[in-house]
């Protein structure tokens, strides 16, 4: 398959949109979740993906970079959150010159649910709502597999791919033969063209819900890098505060004042520092910044990317 042999190329080089209706709906996010995984048509390439990456044992409590550049990070024995391989993915899904791989990104944010998950069951309802996300553009995904009139044909470029840009041809040539969620681009090119895409009433379209966990790595994103950070002065600020700090500045744009409530008040049950020493395997705040910050690079690179595609054909404001 074409999407095996993309797949292998790009892994050479290497959250939650706040849809509770109100404070009492918080408790019942769980049952929100779509069944959705990967025993589909990206099976058969994800076999060869987790090949590669297992080459790669960690070692997250040295910061130092070698000749051949920073040193791969460890597995973290007796959990199941691993930010080594939440790196693996993140590093993985930038394709091609200003695209994003969908089976990546969505296996990016699998890794991110463990994590909210390990903060605890009022963290982990949020999560709830980040799989039920990343299930319906996977099920969006197997229909397109199973009806091949979904597919993006030879002759099909992808939206706004036609440009002084020279990168952006790049794109289109990569794309031309590739499934309709191959890609971010390639999946909002297909939904565009389909008329799935609804710029005035709510809809289950891929486009919506990309958009709904774009919004949320923005967040996951800021509270990692507040997370990183190692003040000059006076002691380090609780990962609760941050991570408040972090949404009010991003998600809480987007709700309404009972929801933010709510899930300000889920942000309560975080965890110390301590904990965030644990599960990402190191032993202090100069290790935890080392780490952090490759993550937050790699996390940076993934968001950037997906923000222009859905800013170039004004699906910033979805409904």
């Known amino acids: 398959m074409l999407f095996c042999f993309y797949a292998s190329q790009i892994v050479s080089n290497y959250f939650y949109e706040a849809s509770v209706k109100s404070a009492a709906g918080l408790s019942s996010v769980g049952s929100a979740a779509i069944d959705g995984g990967l025993d589909y048509y990206w099976n058969s390439c994800l076999k060869g993906y987790n090949q590669v990456n297992k080459l790669h044992p960690l070692s997250n409590s040295s910061g130092t970079i070698g000749a051949e550049g920073p040193q791969p990070l460890k597995e ?9 391989v939440l790196l693996t993915h993140l590093l993985a899904a930038p394709a091609y010159t200003s695209d994003v791989l969908l089976e990546p990104y969505l296996s990016s944010w699998d890794e991110l649910v463990k994590f909210m998950d390990s903060m605890g069951p009022m963290v982990g309802l949020i999560s709830k709502e980040i799989e039920s996300k990343t299930s319906i553009i996977r099920h969006l995904a197997l229909l397109a597999e199973e009806n091949r009139k979904a597919q993006l044909g030879s002759d099909i470029h992808p939206v706004n791919s036609v440009s002084s840009d020279a990168g952006k041809t790049n794109d289109a040539g990569a794309s031309e033969h590739t499934g309709a969620y191959h890609s971010v681009r390639s999946m909002i090119w297909v939904e565009l063209n389909r008329g799935v895409v609804n710029f005035h009433h709510q809809t289950d379209s891929g486009c919506r819900t990309i958009l709904r966990l774009h919004r949320a790595l923005l967040w996951l994103k800021l509270f990692l890098e507040k997370l990183a950070e190692t003040p000059v002065a006076g002691q380090l600020r609780s990962p609760a505060d941050l991570c408040r700090e972090a949404y009010q500045s991003t ?12 899930v300000e008040l889920a942000f309560t049950s975080i965890p110390e520092r301590s904990f965030f020493f644990r599960i990402m395997c190191v032993q202090n705040q100069e290790q935890l910044r080392t ?10 690179e993934v968001y950037d990317r997906t923000q222009k595609a859905l800013e170039e054909n004004g699906m910033l404001d979805l409904p």
């Open 76 to 84: 973290c024995p007796g959990q199941t959150f691993q930010v080594s």
């Open 251 to 262: 998600l809480a744009n987007h709700h309404t004042w009972l929801v933010r409530r709510a």
């Open 291 to 300: 780490v952090l910050t490759r993550v937050v690079k790699a996390t940076v």
